[in-house]
């Protein structure tokens, strides 16, 4: 496991429940929003924070290769015996040191129900070198969870405003946003919604 990922607290503990529980859900539910973004024509994709690798699993069935990182362990290790075409890589936001070599390589990147698990300045430093992986006219495509936080885990508040402005000072423009109410029902009733915006590298 990559060491001193705040953001992972509490998901080693609960995986056994949360593997089921996010394999549960589709992939087209999760993204209902924004199917009509994800890339048609099979290209190259990476998923940040890709947990069980529900949704790499699902962009490789359309065509795309996938590199998915989780810093999780039990997440990672059950997801790349199950899914072993997909490259997974033990890694983490903000440094994604080990994808230091793959500048401007994506045609689209997935970072879903994970950014709210960055500070303040995380999520700074991660939105420059996310944008840095992009293919020029790639797109960063986000789900950011508001609302409370569940027992255990490290959240924080994050706004459309300043994801926009860090997006920007990084030559991403937006194409999509939207806020959305939450799939599952005991979210629901927590007032639990998801930010949902789409990038553009408008920069090269
Ligand atoms: C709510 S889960 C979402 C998993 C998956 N994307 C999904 O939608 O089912 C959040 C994931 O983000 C991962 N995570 C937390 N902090 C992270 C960081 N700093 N960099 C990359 N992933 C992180 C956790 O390990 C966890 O797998």
């Avoid at 946003?177 to 949902?196: D, F, H, I, Q, Y």
Wanted: net charge negative.
């Amino acid at each position: 496991m990559v060491r001193g990922v705040k953001g992972t607290q509490g998901y080693s503990e609960q995986s056994a429940e949360l593997l089921s529980r996010y394999d549960n859900i589709l992939f087209e539910d999760v993204h209902a929003s924004v199917m009509h973004l994800i890339p048609k024509t099979s290209g190259m994709a990476l998923d940040l924070g890709a947990g069980t690798g529900r949704d790499a699993a699902h962009l490789t069935g359309l065509g795309h290769k996938v590199v998915a990182v989780e810093p999780t362990d039990e997440f990672r290790n059950s997801a790349s015996r199950r899914y072993p075409h997909i490259e997974w890589i033990d890694d983490a936001l903000p440094e994604l040191g080990k994808l230091a070599d793959r500048i401007g390589q994506f045609d689209f990147i997935m970072a879903t129900a994970m950014w709210m698990h960055l500070d303040e300045a995380e999520r700074k430093i991660s939105m420059h070198n996310v944008a840095e992986l992009l293919k020029p006219e790639g797109l960063l495509i986000m789900s950011i969870r508001c609302g409370p936080t569940p027992a255990g885990r490290l959240m924080y508040d994050v706004s459309a405003s300043e994801t926009k402005l860090l997006a920007a000072n990084d030559g991403l423009e937006v194409i999509f946003e939207k806020v959305t109410p939450s799939l599952g029902e005991a979210n629901k009733k927590a007032g639990v919604k998801w930010l949902r915006l789409v990038f553009r590298n408008s920069s090269r």
